[in-house]
């Protein structure tokens, strides 16, 4: 268990420690993907709670805002930049979230974070209407580090 930051030798976990290390600029993008009906597609800016797009993207900003307070051994983070863009394709939508800050640690749970709550909030709108969506692919496609 030694190879894991979270984990200590006498396998307790804890916070790892980041104060000694140099700020940086640092960036990461992640997506997320909703399967549905073709029919849901039709209908999601006009479900029965609303504009599930529009609503979807302030979730996956607040979201990121709140990470520390979901993963237990996040640090919280200064952010400086939160996108996140929905786009409609023939079976679902799809997210993409990039988080942004210049810090001692990566932003790679913000950005995870971000897709994956925007993609519930997706699917907690139309729910009513569709019940044999899926959340597939979440997944971390892009991080990024440079001198602050």
Do not use: F, N, W
Not at 39 to 53: M, N
Not at 123 to 129: G, L, V
Request: proline letters at 5%; charged letters at 20%; glycine letters at 6%.
């Amino acid at each position: 268990m030694s190879e894991l930051s979270h984990v200590g030798a006498d396998g307790a976990v804890h916070m790892v420690d980041v104060g000694g290390k140099p700020l940086s600029r640092r960036r990461a993008v992640a997506r997320a993907t909703v399967r549905m009906a073709a029919g849901t597609v039709a209908r999601l800016e006009d479900l029965p709670k609303g504009d599930a797009l529009t609503t979807a993207q302030l979730a996956g900003i607040m979201a990121a805002k709140r990470t520390s307070e979901l993963i237990p051994l996040c640090h919280p983070l200064p952010l400086t930049a939160i996108d996140v863009r929905l786009a409609i394709v023939p079976d679902g939508v799809t997210i993409e979230a990039a988080a942004e800050t210049t810090a001692q640690t990566g932003v790679e749970m913000e950005a995870l974070t971000a897709a994956t709550v925007a993609a519930l909030t997706v699917y907690d709108m139309a729910k009513a209407i569709d019940k044999g969506m899926s959340i597939t692919d979440v997944t971390l496609v892009e991080k990024t580090k440079e001198p602050a």
